[in-house]
């Protein structure tokens, strides 16, 4: 089964962008079909997501939103991990939820959140996972954050 062939016919015409890597398969679609496609990706037989990320390109002012999909149930779809996602502006801090399709986006949306400050609209709990909310707030995962440096090493003399 050749996927990238398989997932265009999946997604149609949602379908604005592919990249194929050795493993992974990286499908782009609007913000506004990601519900859709990510439907029709389940209906398909890809049955849970391996990982949900999020990626900040600074120098294009940009997000990029990952979800890896791949299937328990069939060993055709198993052999790869196919990735759907979107780009947003920066400053958007709101995009819709997969949790109703997929609820294993459930602790990975949260965390997206925490790191990125993006707000999955439709999510059950948008609490900070592992973070503390005043840490969240800081967005650390972006690439605009500048961590502090500190030497708790030093030696005094």
């Known amino acids: ?14 379908v604005k962008n592919v990249e194929v890597g050795k493993d992974v398969v990286q499908v782009e679609v609007d913000i506004s079909n990601i519900r859709d496609a990510a439907k029709k990706m389940k209906e398909a037989g890809f049955d849970h997501t391996k990982d949900v990320t999020a990626v900040h390109d600074k120098k294009e002012g940009k997000i990029r939103i990952i979800y890896h999909l791949s299937s328990y149930t069939n060993p055709e779809l198993a052999k790869t991990i196919v990735g759907i996602y979107y780009t947003i502006p920066e400053s958007q801090d709101r995009v819709p939820t997969l949790y109703d399709i997929y609820t294993s986006v459930d602790f990975l949306e949260r965390e997206i959140y925490e790191g990125f400050g993006i707000y999955f609209e439709g999510h059950p709990d948008m609490r900070p996972l592992l973070l503390a909310p005043t840490v969240a707030e800081l967005k650390p995962m972006r690439r605009d954050f500048i961590v502090k440096e500190e030497n708790i090493f030093k030696v005094k003399k």
């Open 1 to 14: 089964m050749d996927v990238v062939d398989y997932v265009k016919k999946i997604l149609g015409d949602m």
